[in-house]
């Protein structure tokens, strides 16, 4: 009877240990991901952008268009990912906002 309790209590301490190792990893692993999303948000990171296609919208901020960029992105590592970027595009700048272009 003695032993099956040790057996257990050991059980128990163990699986205890093993899910707080499995937790501090988990929220240190978390906690890396944010800082670097934070020196992101901060920094900015390089990327190049290819115009898919722009489409304007009803809005206008002093008398600049809103349009939408639908952009193909890709990151310095590689990574290629696609997004819609709504923006207040001055009007003198239109023209470098076509369709190809990169940036």
Same mark, same amino acid.
């Given at each position: 009877m003695t032993t099956i309790?040790? %057996?257990i %209590? /050991?059980?128990s301490l163990l699986t205890a240990s093993l899910t707080i190792t499995f937790a501090l +990893? =988990?929220?240190r692993t978390q906690k890396q991901k944010q800082s670097q999303r934070r020196t992101i948000l901060v920094e900015g990171t390089s990327a190049q952008a290819v115009i898919n296609s722009? $489409? $304007?919208t009803n809005? +206008?901020?002093d008398d600049n268009p809103e349009v939408l960029l639908d952009l193909t992105v890709t990151k $310095?590592?590689?990574h290629v990912l696609q =997004?819609?970027?709504k923006t %207040? /595009?001055?009007i003198v700048h239109i023209p470098a906002f076509q369709k190809g272009n990169t940036g």
């Open positions: 309790i040790v %057996v %209590v /050991i059980c +990893r =988990t929220l722009i $489409q $304007q809005g +206008r901020m $310095q590592d590689g =997004t819609v970027v %207040v /595009i001055p």
